[in-house]
């Protein structure tokens, strides 16, 4: 895939996983589990024990099911470029940082950068970042996103932390063009309850199409 067919695929899908574990079997357990509830898009993060060795694993393993595997929590280049050559589609990290963009432009791999002030969305916009990570999402709200798109009426938002099932639509309906769950949406895996997790990832994706299909 080229990075507008990733791209397209990030917003079509609407709803990215981030998947937290404390191992690589736990971390798989918990994707196959999602993408059987039809979540399309995980966000592996590099907070997993040995997650480029996971992401080459979903990555070989779900080459031809239409799932993207993108990397999470990725604090500098040298991370960005294990998690590309492992075979991640797109890089997300906590905030902006110049030399991940240039390295993902390098690669023509899609880069969603976390920012929260308008100076800090300026910035990574010029450095080409496609979406911008509102993270914490749960210390903001969708009527930041409005405000923000009064002056940046360009700019692709994807809130992250503070999304459930309740307040989504929200979020699209100030302007997101996908959001970030993972507590909420994993929670059933904290106790081993796969089938929770996967009706679970389920009801997620029924609900953004309702949304969907009503924006």
């Known amino acids: 895939m ?4 990733i791209l397209k695929s990030l917003t079509d899908a609407g709803v990215i996983a981030v998947v ?44 031809n099911k239409d799932v ?10 040298i991370t960005a470029r294990l998690a590309i050559l492992s075979g991640a589609k797109y890089i997300v990290s906590p905030y902006f940082d110049i030399e991940i963009a240039k390295l993902s432009n390098l690669y023509q791999i899609p880069y969603i950068a ?5 100076i800090e969305m300026k910035s990574a916009l010029e450095y080409g970042v496609d979406i911008i990570k509102l993270f914490p999402g749960s210390e903001t709200s969708p009527d930041m ?27 699209f309906e100030a302007g997101v063009v996908a959001v970030g769950v993972g507590g909420d949406l994993l929670e059933p895996s904290d106790n081993d309850d796969w089938e ?11 609900r953004y199409m309702s949304i969907k299909n009503n924006l």
Not at 24 to 51: C, M, N, S, W, Y
Not at 68 to 77: C, E, K, Q, S, Y
Request: charged share 25%; aromatic share 4%; glycine share 8%.
């Open 2 to 5: 080229n990075k507008l067919e």
């Open 20 to 63: 937290r574990a404390d191992s690589e079997e736990r971390a798989i357990k918990i994707v196959d589990q999602l993408v059987l509830g039809g979540i399309r898009d995980i966000e592996l993060t590099f907070t997993v024990p040995h997650a480029d060795h996971v992401i080459e694993k979903l990555t070989n393993k779900y080459m």
């Open 68 to 77: 993207l595997i993108g990397a999470g929590t990725v604090l500098d280049a």
């Open 114 to 118: 976390g920012a929260m002030t308008i």
């Open 145 to 171: 996103v409005k405000a923000i798109k009064g002056p940046l009426p360009q700019v692709n938002i994807m809130p992250t932390g503070g999304v459930n099932l309740d307040n989504m639509h929200k979020w």
């Open 196 to 206: 929770g997790l996967t009706k679970n990832a389920h009801e997620y994706m029924e």
